[in-house]
T-cell receptor, first 112, second 112 residues
Framework: DADVTQTPRNRITKTGKRIMLECSQT?????MYWYRQDPGLGLRLIYY???????NKGEISDGYSVSRQAQAKFSLSLESAIPNQTALYFC???????????FGPGTRLTVL | SQQGEEDPQALSIQEGENATMNCSYK?????LQWYRQNSGRGLVHLIL?????REKHSGRLRVTLDTSKKSSSLLITASRAADTASYFC????????????FGSGTRLLVRP
């Protein structure tokens, strides 16, 4: 089984809809991250969390919110999706003492 | 904003040849990491080099770091078709090494 899983893997939605992307991990890591990737670009950090009670904004948090339901679960929400949020979304985890990050397989989101 | 800029943006080589890709960054770092991404999939960590290291090896991978020039290079020796992927450098800042800033990547094509 994959250590970091994301659901759904693909989603097509309409402008104005609320969307939730979910991430689960079995690595036992405290730190979790949400990134987006646009075609031909690297990843940009949306939100990150050190534990259930510690959530921080990243570089591009506007239009997004997150929830850390448990150490193993970190969800990303788009309250009212817009077309320029069409992108690949990745969840990642890391250990508190090691900077290496482990990525999920990604969610391809299309907002029409 | 993206800290790491990679060069070249795309590289096409014959199987068996070596592939070199470069990364430049702007601010002082704690460490620099290289990741691989197969088409549309999650990133996989390849190697991490700390700011006090100059060179690191892992199998067919060799990474160098020149902090005076704020640059790093990734060399893949004896390339294989399976090495075809996008390669990203990511920098971790001195005061926030948990937060990675990714470059825009190099797309490597290894022709059989």
């Amino acid at each position: 089984d994959a250590d970091v899983t994301q659901t759904p893997r693909n989603r097509i939605t309409k402008t104005g809809k609320r969307i939730m992307l979910e991430c689960s991990q079995t690595k036992g890591h405290d730190r979790m991250y949400w990134y987006r990737q646009d075609p031909g670009l690297g990843l940009r950090l949306i939100y990150y969390s050190f534990d259930v009670k510690d959530i921080n904004k990243g570089e591009i948090s506007d239009g997004y919110s997150v929830s850390r339901q448990a150490q193993a679960k970190f969800s990303l929400s788009l309250e009212s999706a817009i077309p320029n949020q069409t992108a690949l979304y990745f969840c990642a985890t890391s250990d508190a003492h090691i900077d290496t990050q482990y990525f999920g397989p990604g969610t391809r989101l299309t907002v029409l | 904003s993206q800290q790491g800029e990679e060069d070249p943006q795309a590289l096409s080589i014959q199987e068996g040849e070596n592939a070199t890709m470069n990364c430049s960054y702007k601010t002082s770092i704690n460490n620099l990491q290289w990741y691989r991404q197969n088409s549309g999939r999650g990133l996989v960590h390849l190697i991490l080099i700390r700011s006090n290291e100059r060179e690191k090896h892992s199998g067919r991978l060799r990474v160098t770091l020149d902090t005076s020039k704020k640059s790093s290079s990734l060399l893949i020796t004896a390339s294989r078709a399976a090495d075809t992927a996008s390669y990203f450098c990511a920098t971790a800042a001195m005061d926030s090494s948990y937060k990675l800033i990714f470059g825009s990547g190099t797309r490597l094509l290894v022709r059989p």
